[in-house]
């Protein structure tokens, strides 16, 4: 039973708009969240954090939003640059663990 | 400053078979996770090594084992190999057991295995 859940495969947005990639998840007892970024034939890199003590995380054009209540977080790409295209994974830690429990991720295509 | 080193970067196997793939952490971390990546899906935890003893294991049969080094490098060895094995593998280091905030891990660039 997945537990976090990325439920676009794919998402296509142009050069300069605003590209939104979504994240829901099942366990009410993850305490923090992150976002991370995968490039063909390389690992995937950090990209933001959020905790679940915050809604909100800014970090240059990329910003993440937690809504606890709907169990669901966002992240915000603005504005969204070819350069961007790539996997995007959600990803969650529960206070128990050191473990990170993905979603299956998310294709952006940022077109010019 | 090397990140995160894993080898090989691809590998064939025969089933029934056993791998050990390698990883070397960044500079300066001293845990090291591992996850497998299946096509199409996200990375899932196998487990993780902390001061050369496995602190946490993801639901993966004990066909899957680990090791790591005084210098904090580790191997995961994988036992009879099947078909279902075919994934690409993730070795992530970080600064002790725990997440710190604002901090992921580090991720290498995998390594590739293909099981026939």
């Known amino acids: 039973d997945q537990q976090v859940k990325q439920n676009s495969p794919s998402l296509s947005v142009q050069e300069g708009r605003i590209s939104i990639l979504n994240c829901d998840y099942t366990n009410s007892m993850f305490d923090y969240f992150l976002w991370y970024k995968k490039y063909p034939a390389e690992g995937p890199t950090f990209l933001i954090s959020?905790?679940?003590?915050?809604d909100k995380n800014e970090d240059g054009r990329f910003t993440v939003f937690l809504n606890k209540s709907a169990k669901h977080l966002s992240l915000h790409i603005v504005p969204s640059q070819p350069g961007d295209s790539a996997v995007y994974f959600c990803a969650a830690k529960d206070q128990a663990g050191t473990a990170l429990i993905f979603g299956k991720g998310t294709t952006l295509s940022v077109s010019s | 400053d090397a990140g995160v080193t894993q080898s090989p970067t691809h590998l064939i196997k025969t089933r029934g078979q056993q791998v050990t793939l390698r990883c070397s952490p960044k500079s300066g971390h001293d845990t090291v996770s591992w996850y497998q990546q299946a096509l199409g899906q996200g990375p899932q935890f196998i487990f993780q090594y902390y001061e050369e003893e496995e602190r946490q294991r993801g639901n993966f049969p004990d066909r899957f084992s680990g090791h790591q080094f005084p210098n904090y490098s580790s191997e995961l060895n994988v036992n009879a190999l099947l078909l279902g094995d075919s994934a690409l593998y993730l070795c992530?280091?970080?600064?002790?057991?725990?997440?710190?905030?604002?901090?992921?891990?580090?991720f290498g660039s995998g390594t590739r295995l293909t099981v026939v």
């Open positions: 992530a280091s970080s600064v002790g057991q725990y997440l710190w905030l604002g901090y992921g891990y580090t």
């Open positions: 959020i905790s679940s003590i915050k």
